[in-house]
């Protein structure tokens, strides 16, 4: 079992178009942020966390042709405007990509993306829309989900369980609920929403990250969605043994972990 970080930037990206690199150093690699987005790999089986802007972009980096299953969190451009990428992964097997989402959000993507899960005009439909529930089966891992508060809507966050391993994939949030501590609780890895240093109206800041982490007692906790005000060097030196930034391509084996 393990996660692959496609993207780990905000809905700007790092650097912001105009070559803004804020506080980034642009010298190192690993500040050079897409769209947030991960895959969830286990026995040959990927599945895709939001289809961000960047995705044909991450997929080719990673070498990744195939996907098993396709989850969105919410319905935000950042992770949603890369959905028709999944087009030519369709074209790869002939078969519609399974597609699950909470009520609210599915609603919303099958209305603005009908052709996706519909077809018309002679083009057949890329996905399959299945609404998700609490607690779910996908390419044989178990899902559980809970909604988080994501300003004035919410998002989507995921637990995936395999055996004794666990990858808790929590971002756009703006505040921790008890429910999101009792899910997350004891997992092996935390990939947690942290936009910045300062507190945000919709997202989580550093603090807030850190706060999740150890009130779920997580045994390794990575940042992801952060803006360009966050260089990857400066948060490596100042945080905790057990958390650090993420950075696209960044590949978490859990077995490793455990062993």
Same mark, same amino acid.
């Given at each position: 079992?393990?996660?692959?970080?496609?993207?780990?930037?905000?809905?700007?990206?790092?650097?912001?178009?105009?070559?803004?690199?804020?506080?980034?150093?642009?010298?190192?690699?690993?500040?050079?942020?897409?769209?947030?987005?991960?895959?969830?790999?286990?026995?040959?089986?990927?599945?895709?966390?939001?289809?961000?802007?960047?995705?044909?972009?991450?997929?080719?980096?990673?070498?990744?042709?195939?996907?098993?299953?396709?989850?969105?969190?919410?319905?935000?451009? /950042?992770?949603? #405007?890369?959905? =028709? %990428?999944?087009? *030519? @992964? &369709?074209?790869?097997?002939?078969?519609?990509?399974?597609?699950?989402?909470?009520?609210?959000?599915?609603?919303?993507?099958?209305?603005?993306?009908?052709?996706?899960?519909?077809?018309?005009?002679?083009?057949?439909?890329?996905?399959?829309?299945?609404?998700?529930?609490?607690?779910?089966?996908?390419?044989?891992?178990?899902?559980?989900?809970?909604?988080?508060?994501?300003?004035?809507?919410l998002s989507?966050?995921?637990?995936?369980?395999?055996?004794?391993?666990?990858?808790?994939?929590?971002? /756009?949030?703006? #505040?921790?609920? =008890? %429910?999101?501590? *009792? @899910? &997350?609780?004891?997992c092996d890895?935390?990939i947690t929403?942290?936009?910045?240093?300062?507190?945000?109206?919709?997202?989580?800041?550093?603090?807030?990250?850190?706060?999740?982490?150890?009130?779920?007692?997580?045994?390794?906790?990575?940042?992801?969605?952060?803006?360009?005000?966050?260089?990857?060097?400066?948060?490596?030196?100042?945080?905790?043994?057990?958390?650090?930034?993420?950075?696209?391509?960044?590949?978490?084996?859990?077995?490793?972990?455990?062993?």
């Open positions: 079992m393990r996660a692959i970080l496609l993207g780990t930037g905000t809905s700007g990206g790092v650097p912001r178009i105009g070559n803004d690199w804020g506080e980034c150093d642009p010298s190192n690699p690993r500040n050079r942020r897409t769209r947030v987005s991960i895959i969830v790999e286990q026995g040959g089986q990927r599945i895709l966390v939001d289809t961000s802007p960047d995705l044909r972009h991450q997929l080719l980096a990673q070498d990744i042709g195939t996907l098993d299953a396709v989850i969105w969190t919410h319905d935000h451009a /950042d992770h949603t #405007h890369g959905i =028709d %990428d999944l087009r *030519a @992964l &369709y074209h790869r097997t002939r078969k519609p990509i399974p597609g699950f989402a909470k009520d609210y959000t599915l609603q919303s993507l099958v209305s603005r993306f009908d052709y996706v899960f519909a077809g018309g005009d002679g083009y057949p439909a890329t996905v399959s829309a299945t609404p998700l529930g609490d607690t779910q089966r996908v390419c044989g891992l178990t899902v559980r989900t809970v909604d988080q508060p994501h300003g004035p809507v989507t966050g995921l637990r995936f369980d395999h055996h004794e391993l666990s990858i808790v994939y929590a971002t /756009d949030f703006s #505040h921790i609920t =008890d %429910d999101m501590v *009792a @899910l &997350y609780r004891g890895l935390l929403d942290c936009l910045r240093l300062e507190k945000h109206p919709t997202h989580a800041s550093l603090d807030m990250a850190l706060d999740l982490a150890r009130r779920t007692s997580a045994r390794h906790t990575i940042l992801t969605h952060m803006d360009k005000s966050l260089d990857y060097a400066a948060l490596c030196a100042e945080l905790p043994d057990d958390v650090e930034p993420g950075y696209d391509g960044l590949v978490i084996d859990l077995d490793r972990m455990a062993a």
